[in-house]
């Protein structure tokens, strides 16, 4: 995610991650999102293949936000995070080298100091690879096996056994990429236990036809992927209306897609699906995700079993003081508000 590339109506561009400078380097490189999130999803209607684990369809929504994976904000831990997703890494400009904003190493200290600060306070990591901005691993790797390697590289060094792939803009439509990717997963899903999720763009009207064809190469190709998080986002300048209510009709569609592509039961489906909002104001003009768009979004996951929440992003999550709230930044929201009140009421 970062700002958005975004499509106009009926167009086909990718959402973007807003990522900027002011999360050190990691986040120079670019939102559309993304998110990522926690969560297995249960398949109760089936035997053993992709998306096939069972979770309890009782269980309570998880709050999984964004953080830089490099700088720490005053709010990472507001709402009481169950998972963290650490944006974002991508290749080393064309080599097969896999850099936590395409600047730090996979090792890098100062990162893997930073997780064991979020995870000292309980909660789990997820591993965010690829974003709006930068070139994603698929794209960088000649083969599946080094893909692989690139991918194990990382969450071997901060110690992550969850990996979420954001995937936008030409990514989607990369046919070589995304089999790679599949591929890729598949061989680590057989060498170590790896929960996969896959961030995708939305509309109100559900996943587009890369994202449902994305993720029915993913099962084709025997990946367990246990959700999928929706961008609920930056959807064109003719929506300019409730964000909460798009957000609730683009769940309710692409919780279809999901039983459809996936084979997921009904309450499944919902325990795989997460979503993330942008706070605040939006890349778009118009749109504007409020405090009360939250409350409402979370009482909507609650009544319907959704598997997570999460925002673009923690950093954001307070108000702004001084700086141009007519479009969005990438230090606050733009919006009246108290430092953390997004994650606490999506936290609920």
Known sequence: MRIPQKR???????????????VAGLLALGLACSACATGAAANQDRGAGPAARSGPATASTAYNPYVSATTAAGT?????????????????GDRCTPLWGGSAEADDKAVVSRIAALTGTG???????GGAAGNELALACDSARELADAYARVLDAVGADKADFDVEGDALTDRASIVRRDRALRLLQKERDLDVT???PVMPDGLEETGTDLLGDAAQQGVDVSA???????????????????AQQAAEAAHGQ???????????????LHITVMIGVNDVGGERFTLADAASLRAFAGRKGIGALSEWATFRDRECTGEDTSK?????????????????????
Not at 8 to 22: C, D, E, L, N, Y
Not at 328 to 348: H, I, K, N, P, Y
Request: glycine letters at 12%; one cysteine or more; proline letters at 3%.
């Open 198 to 200: 896959y961030t995708l």
């Open 328 to 348: 969005a930044v990438d230090t606050c929201s733009g919006v009246a508000q108290e430092a953390g009140a997004f994650a606490r009421a999506l936290g609920g």
């Open 258 to 272: 999901l039983t459809d592509v996936l084979g997921l039961s009904d309450t499944a489906a919902w325990r795989a």
């Open 228 to 246: 999928v998080n929706i961008m609920a986002m930056n959807y064109g300048s003719s929506y300019d209306g409730d964000m909460s209510e798009y």
């Open 123 to 129: 909660a789990d990591i997820r591993v965010s690879f």
């Open 8 to 22: 106009s109506p009926g167009g086909t561009a990718g959402h973007a991650k807003r990522i900027t400078p002011v």
């Open 76 to 92: 990472d831990s507001a709402g009481s995070p169950d998972t963290y997703n650490l944006a974002f890494v991508v290749a080393d």
